[in-house]
């Protein structure tokens, strides 16, 4: 019954979660920061589509936000940030964390 | 007395701090009691010197900027309210060089209006393409874009009045119009702009285009990345309800149109228009086989016109001055003008709304005002990931679809993303490959195996291994790319590789100049 639940459901869900980058399947945590894993990986020090030990923040890849003029930007929930560094990604997983 | 002062709402404003501005400026005012009206508008485009503030005095608009919230009290204290010269002083927003030397069509509003007030967009000659389209048959009105050059802004820059006059002419009782937003190339916001800026431009544009084909629906396939957009796009598509520019019975004409925002879920290839149209019908976003086109089997498997977000906010202008007004702009086959992104390593980034022939020189030295680093600029990448690297001696090219074509390279949706000295080409080429095989649907196979292919075949030159063979090797797969793929993701990925390979062979550890 378990496996028939998962080749009905789940796996098409799953390979969904592959096409698209936005159909969210484990977020368990309350804020998500999408960004390129470079400089985000770092400060989080968690891979793509992993929560950060507390469980406050995932890390989401994303490509292009639409802010290239003012790069490198990073997006927090929905809110867009550009110009980021790696000091103010940090003041920002401070900021939402003390929230 | 009160002052009138503008703030923009945009979200690149926005992501550099426009909101806490905006609190601030109005905190303060409250303190001083200084009596402001504040208008949110669009951005003007010019992003380096965003937040910008403006100020509406007697002999125009005046710009201050970039403002932080550390300049609030200095800006009261020296009266900016009133236009007065000083800290952040820009001068009149008009006469501001990058925004001089333009010819802004399609953006004429942006950054001038309140993006959602409706008597805003009317006063400054919204709806007067509308206007003048209602008392047109649709045939005329197909007659008038086709008039005019316009041709496709995503990327593909296929005329459009030809695509409308197929939808046109295939019988159906039901048709759609589908904006494609799904914004997806790196170094492009005129999109954005758009819809955050000017969202009733694209709404009209939409209705005019329902006209003229004789489709009652539309919609909007946004990208995921851009919730402030969809936020606006649909309080705007309730007000033109409620004005009753949207429904049944548009303005007493007869004509019936309504639309939709649908949100992506975050798929490059969706911007690809089959791929879109799956998606849209709630599947995996796989690119269909053309025939049959989506102009006779589209959505659903009714006649669809696909058209990106600028192609649509240009055509009431067009409709409003006529096609000759639209297609004396521009040079040879490319008509009109075409809104400019730059990005990347520039001093001065932004939009630029320009007629065609405008050379790439002019736009990174003039306009953007050389590196942000201040190093000599190596490359740009026009026209997305999938467009070719151009070196110096390539940027007097005229911004021209069919000049740009020669040169193989592609002027797609416009944006340009300046690289200085310092950036490893062979590096951006097999990155060009690593986007590719995250990115391909996984249809068809030269784009499937052949990205990843593609950067074994990199790794393997630049580590010195068979490097001769290897380089055939790297040429052969792009040419196997270019003509086997279904679409233009594996099509075009070998433009930046093999342009790279041409112009930088020594990134790749290959000593010979080739061309």
Same mark, same amino acid.
């Given at each position: 019954?378990?496996?028939?639940?998962?080749?009905?459901?789940?796996?098409?869900?799953?390979?969904?979660?592959?096409?698209?980058?936005?159909?969210?399947?484990?977020?368990?945590?309350?804020?998500?920061?999408?960004?390129?894993?470079?400089?985000?990986?770092?400060?989080?020090?968690?891979?793509?589509?992993?929560?950060?030990?507390?469980?406050?923040?995932?890390?989401?890849?994303?490509?292009?936000?639409?802010?290239?003029?003012?790069?490198?930007?990073?997006?927090?929930?929905?809110?867009?940030?550009?110009?980021?560094?790696?000091?103010?990604?940090?003041?920002?997983?401070?900021?939402?964390?003390?929230? | 007395?009160?002052?009138?002062?503008?703030?923009?709402?945009?979200?690149?404003?926005?992501?550099?701090?426009?909101?806490?501005?905006?609190?601030?400026?109005?905190?303060?005012?409250?303190?001083?009691?200084?009596?402001?009206?504040?208008?949110?508008?669009?951005?003007?485009?010019?992003?380096?010197?965003?937040?910008?503030?403006?100020?509406?005095?007697?002999?125009?608009?005046?710009?201050?900027?970039?403002?932080?919230?550390?300049?609030?009290?200095?800006?009261?204290?020296?009266?900016?309210?009133?236009?007065?010269?000083?800290?952040?002083?820009?001068?009149?927003?008009?006469?501001?060089?990058?925004?001089?030397?333009?010819?802004?069509?399609?953006?004429?509003?942006?950054?001038?209006?309140?993006?959602?007030?409706?008597?805003?967009?009317?006063?400054?000659?919204?709806?007067?393409?509308?206007?003048?389209?209602?008392?047109?048959?649709?045939?005329?009105?197909?007659?008038?874009?086709?008039?005019?050059?316009?041709?496709?802004?995503?990327?593909?820059?296929?005329?459009?009045?030809?695509?409308?006059?197929?939808?046109?002419?295939?019988?159906?009782?039901?048709?759609?119009?589908?904006?494609?937003?799904?914004?997806?190339?790196?170094?492009?916001?005129?999109?954005?702009?758009?819809?955050?800026?000017?969202?009733?431009?694209?709404?009209?544009?939409?209705?005019?285009?329902?006209?003229?084909?004789?489709?009652?629906?539309?919609?909007?396939?946004?990208?995921?990345?851009?919730?402030?957009?969809?936020?606006?796009?649909?309080?705007?598509?309730?007000?033109?309800?409620?004005?009753?520019?949207?429904?049944?019975?548009?303005?007493?004409?007869?004509?019936?149109?309504?639309?939709?925002?649908?949100?992506?879920?975050?798929?490059?290839?969706?911007?690809?228009?089959?791929?879109?149209?799956? &998606?849209?019908?709630?599947?995996? $976003? +796989?690119? %269909?086989? /053309?025939?049959? @086109? !989506?102009?006779?089997?589209?959505?659903?498997? *009714?006649?669809?016109?696909?058209?990106?977000?600028?192609?649509?906010?240009?055509?009431?202008?067009?409709?409003?001055?006529?096609? &000759?007004?639209?297609?004396?702009? $521009? +040079?040879? %086959?490319? /008509?009109?003008? @075409? !809104?400019?992104?730059?990005?990347?390593?520039? *001093?001065?980034?932004?939009?630029?709304?320009?007629?065609?022939?405008?050379?790439?020189?002019?736009?990174?030295?003039?306009?953007?005002?050389?590196?942000?680093?201040?190093?000599?600029?190596?490359?740009?990448?026009?026209?997305?990931?999938?467009?070719?690297?151009?070196?110096?001696?390539?940027?007097?090219?005229?911004?021209?679809?069919?000049?740009?074509?020669?040169?193989?390279?592609?002027?797609?949706?416009?944006?340009?993303?300046?690289?200085?000295?310092?950036?490893?080409?062979?590096?951006?080429?097999?990155?060009?490959?690593?986007?590719?095989?995250?990115?391909?649907?996984?249809?068809?196979?030269?784009?499937?195996?052949?990205?990843?292919?593609?950067?074994?075949?990199?790794?393997?030159?630049?580590?010195?291994?068979?490097?001769?063979?290897?380089?055939?090797?790297?040429?052969?797969?792009?040419?196997?790319?270019?003509?086997?793929?279904?679409?233009?993701?594996?099509?075009?990925?070998?433009?930046?590789?093999?342009?790279?390979?041409?112009?930088?062979?020594?990134?790749?550890?290959?000593?010979?100049?080739?061309?």
């Amino acid at each position: 019954m378990g496996s028939l639940l998962f080749t009905i459901i789940l796996e098409p869900a799953l390979q969904e979660r592959i096409f698209y980058r936005f159909v969210a399947l484990n977020h368990v945590s309350r804020w998500v920061l999408k960004a390129l894993k470079t400089t985000a990986k770092k400060v989080l020090g968690v891979d793509y589509h992993e929560t950060s030990k507390d469980g406050v923040i995932t890390l989401e890849p994303v490509y292009c936000l639409g802010n290239c003029a003012c790069s490198p930007s990073v997006m927090m929930n929905d809110k867009v940030i550009g110009r980021v560094t790696p000091e103010k990604i940090d003041n920002i997983i401070k900021a939402v964390k003390q929230s | 007395m009160t002052y009138k002062i503008y703030i923009p709402i945009d979200s690149t404003a926005l992501s550099l701090g426009a909101n806490d501005v905006f609190y601030a400026i109005t905190a303060e005012a409250k303190k001083r009691k200084i009596d402001l009206t504040v208008i949110r508008n669009g951005s003007r485009g010019l992003f380096w010197l965003e937040p910008l503030v403006e100020v509406e005095t007697k002999s125009g608009r005046v710009a201050f900027g970039p403002v932080t919230t550390n300049d609030i009290e200095k800006l009261f204290d020296q009266e900016f309210y009133l236009g007065k010269e000083g800290a952040l002083f820009l001068g009149l927003t008009d006469d501001l060089h990058w925004l001089k030397n333009q010819e802004r069509l399609t953006f004429a509003r942006v950054g001038i209006t309140d993006p959602l007030d409706i008597n805003d967009y009317e006063k400054h000659a919204g709806f007067n393409g509308l206007r003048k389209a209602i008392e047109l048959e649709p045939q005329l009105i197909v007659n008038e874009v086709t008039d005019s050059g316009l041709r496709g802004r995503g990327g593909a820059a296929f005329p459009t009045g030809i695509k409308w006059q197929t939808v046109l002419n295939t019988p159906s009782k039901t048709k759609y119009i589908v904006c494609n937003a799904d914004e997806g190339d790196s170094g492009t916001f005129s999109d954005r702009m758009i819809m955050e800026n000017d969202p009733f431009v694209l709404i009209e544009g939409m209705i005019i285009a329902g006209m003229a084909v004789g489709a009652e629906y539309g919609y909007i396939y946004l990208r995921s990345e851009y919730p402030d957009a969809q936020e606006v796009l649909n309080k705007a598509i309730n007000i033109a309800k409620e004005k009753g520019f949207l429904g049944n019975n548009i303005l007493s004409s007869g004509y019936n149109f309504d639309l939709e925002v649908t949100r992506a879920a975050g798929a490059y290839i969706c911007g690809e228009e089959t791929s879109l149209l799956e &998606s849209l019908e709630g599947k995996r $976003g +796989m690119v %269909r086989y /053309k025939p049959p @086109l !989506p102009a006779i089997e589209g959505l659903y498997g *009714k006649p669809t016109a696909v058209n990106n977000v600028i192609t649509l906010a240009t055509v009431p202008i067009i409709m409003d001055k006529g096609a &000759s007004f639209y297609a004396d702009f $521009g +040079m040879g %086959r490319s /008509k009109g003008t @075409l !809104p400019i992104q730059l990005a990347g390593n520039l *001093k001065q980034t932004g939009l630029i709304e320009k007629a065609f022939g405008i050379s790439l020189r002019e736009l990174l030295y003039d306009f953007g005002g050389g590196s942000f680093t201040g190093n000599p600029i190596k490359a740009v990448q026009v026209g997305g990931p999938l467009g070719a690297f151009l070196p110096d001696g390539q940027f007097d090219t005229p911004l021209d679809y069919e000049k740009f074509s020669e040169i193989n390279a592609v002027v797609g949706h416009g944006g340009i993303v300046a690289f200085d000295d310092t950036t490893d080409m062979a590096k951006m080429a097999r990155y060009s490959f690593e986007f590719c095989a995250i990115e391909s649907c996984g249809k068809c196979t030269p784009c499937r195996i052949g990205s990843t292919r593609g950067m074994e075949v990199i790794d393997k030159i630049k580590g010195g291994i068979d490097q001769d063979k290897n380089e055939k090797l790297l040429r052969d797969l792009g040419e196997t790319m270019v003509n086997g793929s279904l679409c233009a993701m594996g099509g075009m990925t070998p433009f930046p590789v093999i342009s790279a390979l041409n112009f930088f062979p020594k990134d790749f550890g290959l000593e010979k100049k080739k061309v």
